[in-house]
């Protein structure tokens, strides 16, 4: 039944790769452009999510206990992942898909994360892991728990919020986003070359989210999407040859990959892209810390930013603040400062010629 | 007048940014054509021309993973 995973996966490669959905370009916009629409889509996909697993918990279908919080490793390791994903230019899943559609800029990316989250684990910095995972732990990392209450009254009130966004978003006077020609009708018209909208392709991601619960919880791993363990457990089956390694969640990111790769194939969007030397070293760069960070966090912008936020947990709500927090240092000294001082440069050469 | 501006083999936001700086120095009514091979620039460069108030005059694919826009200043 792990093939599922396979299957799980490509579904969610290939609707990211067509709706382009991309959380680090979501978190940077919030910053760059004040544009929330990413981060309201996000909510969105949590939000169907969180309904759904909710209900199969109460029904029975499986048991999920959030357990512990080490607030420190989460806050610090997210803020780091948030730094990584900004130098790679795309998060975990956003640099599967994105190898998918032949840019090698992410295979070095997704080379430098697989390698470091396997050295933060069974490697050099596992000692390190696991003394900042244990050296500052709060017991409970259910906010219902916390305060006591029914977890409903934690989801119904957040669906609410959400609905309002949606509706607030919907009715906003609206521009027309000129469109590309289109050469294809019907059916391959709509899969591989409309533009989908993000709210559209949030909602499909929840359900995604949601029926990977289900579908990993009969392999025996109780948990929704996950991507920094799969990915490091791909390196330590391939260097150790345990076939233990092999997982739900193995086969997930793989299908990831593989559902890009049909999507941009069939829509003509895939080719082989070579970055500059620049470009490939913060890859590179960015890959590392963003393994360090998702592993010390607990999960990157999928793991802690769409399940343990839909688990309605301290840790994935944590998380993404801070991991947010660390998109904006990043685009502040990447996009923002670089720019600034571009204007003050010719500004001054300007005078000087005056 | 019109303005090539190619930023084939950059990731976003990049083409997005290089487009932008490349607006500031045009003239209203001069275009600029933009020649770009990122994913997500299909999305998100018609999205900033059209909120910034210019006009799309041309949006095209030109092969596989490579498009062109034209966008003429307001």
Known sequence: ?354 | MQRKLEVLGMVCPFPLIEAQQAMEELNSGDELVVEFDCTQGTESIPRWAAEAGHTVTEFEQTDEAAWTITIRKK
């Open chain 1, 1 to 354: 039944m792990i093939i599922t995973g396979l299957l799980c996966g490509a579904l969610l490669g290939f609707v990211m790769q067509r709706g382009r959905f991309c959380l680090t370009g979501g978190f940077r916009d919030m910053y760059l452009a004040k544009d929330n629409r990413m981060f309201y889509a996000l909510l969105i996909a949590i939000a169907v999510q969180s309904v759904g697993v909710f209900l199969l918990i109460d029904l029975g279908v499986f048991e999920y206990s959030a357990g512990a919080l080490p607030i420190l490793s989460v806050i610090v390791g997210s803020f780091i992942f948030g730094i990584g994903i900004i130098l790679a230019g795309g998060c975990a899943t956003g640099t599967w898909y994105r190898a998918g559609e032949g840019l090698i800029g992410s295979w070095i990316a997704l080379a430098g994360y697989m390698l470091m989250s396997t050295m933060m684990r069974t490697g050099v910095f596992g000692p390190l892991n696991q003394q900042m995972q244990t050296s500052s732990v709060l017991p409970t990392n259910s906010i219902a728990e916390t305060f006591g209450i029914n977890h409903w009254f934690i989801i119904i009130p957040f669906v609410a919020v959400v609905l309002f966004i949606i509706y607030k978003q919907l009715t906003k006077p609206k521009v027309a986003i000129p469109k590309l020609k289109a050469k294809r009708t019907g059916l391959a018209h709509i899969l591989f070359e409309k533009r989908w909208h993000p709210f559209v392709t949030a909602t499909l991601i929840g359900m995604i989210a949601l029926i990977a619960w289900p579908l990993s919880a009969a392999t025996g791993r109780v948990f929704g999407l996950g991507i920094t363990t799969p990915s490091a457990n791909i390196l330590q089956y391939l260097t150790t040859g345990d076939q233990s390694f092999l997982n739900w969640g193995v086969f997930l990111v793989v299908g990831i990959f593989s559902g890009s790769l049909i999507a941009a194939k069939a829509s003509k969007e895939f080719r082989f892209r070579m970055p500059d030397v620049k470009t490939g070293i913060n890859s590179f760069i960015g890959g590392n810390l963003m393994g360090f960070g998702a592993t010390l966090a607990g999960g990157c912008s999928i793991g802690n930013g769409l399940v343990m936020t839909a688990m309605m947990t301290w840790q994935g709500w944590i998380g993404l603040v801070f991991m947010i927090l660390g998109t904006w240092t990043a685009s502040y000294f990447v996009f923002v400062r670089p720019r600034q001082k571009a204007k003050a440069a010719k500004l001054k050469q300007e005078v000087t010629t005056a």
